[in-house]
Each structure stands twice: as structure tokens, then as C-alpha cells.
């Protein structure tokens, strides 16, 4: 295979849509007709996207074009296929969602529009996200007679509890966005049209940290979470030992003290 230029960004269908931004990438999903139905070529894509991603590229933004971020699998494909292969299938999402959730460099997604199904699982992956107050969750798959196979099972229950994608998954229950921050589905809610500045805002924040906490909050923190607690705190004191002796961090402490880093303070809240 021939080595990838490491400035450029991987190949991808024509459903996807990358460009870069500085040190930021973004990601867009490109097949409103369809609503962003989630096919094969798009998650195999995501996949080479996610585990692709060039050096210099320190945080991502993931976005959709149209009226929806996404309306989740393409049912289109779902048919007639055997047990074996459907196993291999959801695998295959598991393994592209994975280059997400646990890729070199944080995502920051925006949401708008349907956020269902198959698109849910996919902004659960991500690690911030921001919805437009047109966003709304569905987990239709009960619906459709069919299960969640994209990796909701594992991360939804983590952000809104089994109970709620119980409810969600039994009833079709919809939430719109002020519920979905509520729950813990989003981070933020801004109005129509603003989430992606607000996506680069967060990811430009993100992509100025050390990458060596970027790394220990994306793989760390939630290994450290699932641990049992001694392992835990013994996990947590060597990363930490290992992030402070960077001589970035170092150099970071050190601005700090001699005045020359900003302070933490409250920001007025604009959004939420
Ligand atoms: C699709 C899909 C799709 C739209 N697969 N083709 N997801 C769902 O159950 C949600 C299904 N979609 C919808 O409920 C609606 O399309 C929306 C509410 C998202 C948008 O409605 P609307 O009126 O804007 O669009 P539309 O007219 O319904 O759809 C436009 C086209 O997109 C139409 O195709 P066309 O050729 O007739 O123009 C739709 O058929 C097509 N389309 N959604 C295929 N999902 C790993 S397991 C995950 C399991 C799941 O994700 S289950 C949840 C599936």
C-alpha cells in the first residue's frame, strides 16, 4: 500500500466530506437525500477516517449536511442477511465507532435534526457533543424489529443509564435537545445554525492542550472508571506522574506561576 502523505487526510466515499482547519479536521456526513442513513461505504469510511488521521491533526469535528445529522443504519441494507453475517456487521461498526472513541485525538460532534438509531451510537462515540435546539434521540430500533448493533448497549447506558434506553428502545420515546442535555446525551444546546462554531470553538481549545492529556482523558479515564477502585487510583497516580513530568507540562506549570497563562475563571454563560 502506498504511505500516506502525513499532512493529508485518508480517502473516503463520496457520502463523507473532510477538510482541514489549522490543526483541526472535520468530518461531515454527506448524504442528506438519505438523510445520513449510515451504509456500509459510510462506516467503513469513518473507520478509515478515525484510524487515518494525519500527525498534525490534534481534535476533530464531526458533523452532518441537511436537515439531520443522521437517521442511523440504512435500513436499505438490512436485508436478507445470515446470522454470521450479521454478527460481522455490527462488528464492523464496532470496530469504526472504536476508532473514535479510543482514536489518537478527541471528537467534538454536532448535532442537529434526527440523532436516531445508528446516528445516536455514533454521536455516543464521540467525546463532546453539541446539539442544535432542532436535535431529537430516538432509538427506533424496537420499531423496526430489530436490535441496537452499533455499540449502543455498552456506551448509552454510561451516559443516560439502562433504564432510559430501556424506555427508549421499548416505547420509540423521543427527546428533544433540552432533554437530551438534560439526560447527558449532549453537552451543550445552542441555537439553529451555531453548533459547528461551537464544535471549532471546543475542538480548538481541545487541540491546544498537551496531547499527553488529551491521551490520558480519551484512554485512561474511562478504563480507570470501569476499574475496580484500587487499580484505579493506582492507574490514575502513575498517568498522572507520567503527564506531569512532560517537560511541556512543566513549561505549562511553570508559565502559571510566573503569570504569564491565564487564570481559571468563571466564563459568563452564553450557552448551554
Ligand atoms: C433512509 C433512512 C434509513 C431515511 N435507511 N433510508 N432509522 C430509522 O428508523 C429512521 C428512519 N428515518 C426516518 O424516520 C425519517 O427518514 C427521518 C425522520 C429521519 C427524516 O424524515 P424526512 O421526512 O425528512 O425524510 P424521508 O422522506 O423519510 O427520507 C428521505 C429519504 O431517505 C427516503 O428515501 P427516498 O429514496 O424515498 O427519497 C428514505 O427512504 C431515506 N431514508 N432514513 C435508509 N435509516 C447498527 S444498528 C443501528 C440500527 C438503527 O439505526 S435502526 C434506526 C433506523
Known sequence: MPERASHSLPELPSSLRAERQGALALLR????????????????????FFSGLPDDVKAVVLAGDGEHFSAGLDLGELTRRDIAASIAHSQMWHRAFDAIEFGRVPVVCVLHGAVVGGG????AATHIRVAERSAYYALPEGSRGIYVGGGASVRLPRLIGTSRVMEMMLTGRTYDAEDGRALGLSHYVVEAGAGLGKAIELATRIADNEAMTNFAVMHV????????????????????????????????????????????????RRDS
Open 120 to 123: 445516536l451510537e455514533l454521536a
Open 29 to 48: 456526513l454527506a448524504r442528506p437525500e438519505k438523510r445520513n442513513a449510515l451504509d456500509d461505504a459510510m462506516v467503513l469510511g469513518i473507520e478509515a
Open 221 to 268: 479515564l474511562p478504563r480507570v472508571a470501569e476499574q475496580d477502585p484500587a487499580s484505579g487510583y493506582l492507574m490514575e497516580s502513575l498517568m498522572a506522574a507520567i503527564a506531569a513530568g512532560d517537560p511541556q507540562a512543566q513549561k505549562r506549570l511553570r508559565d502559571f506561576l510566573q503569570k504569564r497563562a491565564p487564570k481559571t475563571l468563571h466564563a459568563r
